[in-house]
């Protein structure tokens, strides 16, 4: 019932800039919060931002003065906007949406875009 997908990655030089988009398929009203979180090569996932939706968002420290998360409620749609990247953000960033109560909770996942950083 709840699809996820996420689109807009590729290679970026250094202090450059990307737009990240997720596209929600079915109802908004069914969901709790929808985030972006990233994988580097080696490394664990982790959060990069929330929002809960018609709430408050949510930055990882080392995230928050370059990124901004929003969220268009009308289109179903979820965007990244990155500034000022540097080969650390390299990584494959995943679109996540939390369901309420009448999802049970349930947590879902798109499949990832790459995001490469390099000159």
């Known amino acids: 019932q709840v699809q996820l997908v996420e689109f807009g990655g590729g290679l970026v030089q250094p202090g450059g800039s990307l737009r990240l988009s997720c596209e929600l398929s079915?109802?908004?009203?069914?969901?709790?919060?929808m985030g972006w979180y990233r994988q580097a090569p080696g490394k664990q996932r982790e959060l990069v931002a929330d929002i809960i939706i018609g709430g408050r968002t949510n930055y990882a420290d080392s995230m928050k003065y370059r990124f901004t998360i929003t969220l268009d409620e009308a289109k179903n749609m979820l965007y990244l906007q990155m500034t000022d990247v540097t080969p650390e953000d390299t990584a494959v960033y995943y679109c996540?949406?939390?369901?309420?109560?009448?999802?049970?909770?349930?947590?879902?996942w798109g499949k990832g875009t790459l995001v490469t950083v390099s000159s």
């Open positions: 079915g109802s908004i009203l069914n969901i709790y919060a």
């Open positions: 996540n949406a939390q369901g309420t109560r009448r999802l049970r909770g349930r947590e879902y």
